[in-house]
């Protein structure tokens, strides 16, 4: 396959076929981010990715049943190109069942309702949209390109056109400093929304992100394991939603997944279980290589 790397997609996207569609983020300013500072964002042409698909089929053959489009929000593309590249996915790939891709509330904005529905009717099943906080303040520190009147709204727009929605909440964004009005504001914009999937992430210092700068001379506190469970704790109490709430990712520091509202108190006991041991039990604070 002919990939631009280094190549990121969720961890639930592990068994998807990767077809790049854009090189890079058109947005690329999230200080929390160091994903593609090193890469000059491009859309890829059409023809291209049609022959990577086509490539990807000699491999392959009919097994494909996944397509993730990275790199960063590749959702910024005409809406009629991204129709001709799932319907010829679709017409290569005889057993697709889901396409899928990232897409930001700043990009999703030029989306109407008819356009995702458009894209939903191509073959678009998922769109992975980063949250991180509902609190506006960090919103502008963190340079999201959003608020979060933009993200209800935009998210509100896809769950109407029938894709599913994964929101990204990010653990500890709001450091020490911001934690509780982080949590309180991020449950509310989510239940708002209440979208199909609540995936959390906790931040993690990595070089390449502007907030690492911060973090190395004090201005960015990070949270404690502890701090950082009481975090996911009372966001978890505050949510009233329906959805798949997980944690699918090394940057946490623990597994707290299950089915919202039925297993909200398992969870809750489970973290009060965690609560218990000795910080020292958990994740160093750096994770090479994240
Ligand atoms: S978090 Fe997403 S939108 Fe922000 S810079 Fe990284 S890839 Fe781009």
New binding site residues.
């Given amino acids: 396959m002919r990939y631009e790397e280094p190549i990121y997609r969720p961890p639930s996207e592990a068994d998807s076929l990767l077809i790049q569609a854009t090189i890079g ?1 058109p ?4 200080t929390f ?1 160091g ?2 500072k090193d890469k000059t964002f491009r859309i890829r042409s059409v023809q291209e990715i049609k022959e990577d698909i086509l490539l990807a089929k000699q491999f392959y053959g009919d097994t494909v049943e996944s397509i993730f489009f990275p790199d ?2 590749s959702i910024i593309m005409k809406t009629t190109q991204l129709e001709e590249i799932f319907r010829f996915a679709h017409q290569t790939f005889p057993g697709l069942r889901r396409i899928t891709m ?1 897409a ?1 509330a700043k990009f999703l904005r030029f989306k109407s309702l008819e356009d995702l529905k458009r894209l939903k009717t191509a073959g678009l099943n998922r769109l992975h949209k ?1 949250l991180e906080s509902g609190y506006d303040e960090i919103l502008k520190r963190i340079q ?2 959003a608020d979060s009147k933009l993200m209800i709204e935009t998210a509100l727009r896809v769950k109407n056109a029938g894709i599913e929605l994964s929101e990204y909440v990010l653990i500890g964004i709001g450091g020490k400093d911001f934690s509780r009005e982080h949590t309180m504001a991020t449950a509310d914009v989510l239940n708002k929304i209440d979208p199909d999937f609540i995936r959390l992430r906790t931040w993690v210092p990595v070089p390449n992100a502007p907030l690492y700068q911060d973090y190395l001379s004090g201005k960015f506190q990070l949270l404690s394991p502890h701090e950082a469970l009481r975090e996911t704790r009372l966001l978890l109490e505050r949510l009233e939603v329906s959805c798949l709430f997980l944690s699918d990712h090394i940057s946490n520091f623990v597994n707290i997944s299950g089915h919202l509202p039925r297993d909200k108190e398992s969870m809750l006991s489970k973290i009060d279980e965690m609560l218990e041991l000795s910080e020292s039990r958990f994740r160093p604070a750096i994770i090479e290589n994240l």
């Fill in positions: 983020c947005h690329n300013k999230c981010c994903m593609y960063g929000n990232y930001s980063g999201k390109g």
